[in-house]
């Protein structure tokens, strides 16, 4: 398996602009995670899904996050309007339930807003 | 609330000498302990996790961690550090809803030649 992909690795974009950022989880794995990772902050997670239903959304920080899962295989993470205090890492992970709760992560997307 | 907290920001090293990176956790009931790793650029990768058993578990890389539940700790451990272990490690518990993962907030680690 290629492992969880996300795409963009880098976004780089102007304040006021919406963003998307996406996630691949591993087949077969049932949570999918979304985290943010900052200087200031460290790993905070933002919202995890469940067999694509969101379960603990408690994490986004307002509502210009949104995150969907339509299916299985894909993940979105939006952010209209962006501000410059969103640049950060945005992380996703995935895992399989049964597995003792470990999650396995992808590379992130390292967004920049000017 | 489940919870880790690494109290080291950084910890350094030389090379071929003995690593610990401490992380220490409060929990409800019986802990599900994890250790990650990140590297430069990439996302985390799980190192090893505690569930019940031994209290010492080995894991990835030559790493290991042991758990004292009288001290409630669970450090990372290698016997012999290399260069390539310079990274950004992190403890982590399982949450109360059994579902996610709590971490800590991270210690970076510096091996010198």
């Known amino acids: 398996d290629a492992g969880v992909i996300q795409s963009p690795r880098h976004e780089v974009t102007e304040m006021g602009q919406e963003v998307t950022l996406r996630c691949k989880p591993i087949?077969?794995?049932?949570?999918l995670f979304w985290y943010r990772q900052t200087m200031m902050r460290g790993l905070e997670l933002l919202i995890y899904?469940?067999?694509?239903?969101?379960?603990?959304d408690s994490g986004m920080p307002e509502d210009r996050f949104s995150a969907k899962m339509p299916n299985a295989s894909f993940s979105t993470l939006k952010i209209q309007p962006s501000e410059p205090r969103d640049s950060a890492v945005y992380f996703c992970?995935?895992?399989?339930?049964?597995?003792?709760?470990?999650?396995?992560f992808g590379a992130g997307t390292r967004l920049s807003v000017l | 609330a489940q919870s880790v907290a690494q109290p080291e920001d950084q910890v350094n090293v030389a090379e071929g000498n003995p690593l610990t990176v401490k992380c220490t956790y409060s929990v409800s009931g019986n802990p599900y302990l994890f250790w990650y790793v990140q590297y430069p650029n990439r996302g985390l990768q799980f190192l090893l996790k505690y569930i019940t058993g031994d209290n010492l578990v080995k894991g990835s890389y030559g790493f290991e961690a042991e758990f004292n539940k009288s001290q409630t700790s669970f450090h990372l451990k290698k016997p012999s550090a290399l260069v390539s272990d310079s990274a950004l490690y992190f403890c982590?518990?399982?949450?109360?809803?059994?579902?996610?993962?709590?971490f800590g907030t991270g210690t970076r680690l510096l091996v010198s030649p």
């Open positions: 982590a518990v399982r949450d109360i809803s059994f579902q996610k993962l709590v």
């Open positions: 087949s077969g794995h049932d949570y």
């Open positions: 992970a995935s895992m399989a339930s049964g597995a003792k709760n470990i999650q396995y």
């Open positions: 899904f469940n067999n694509n239903v969101p379960i603990d």
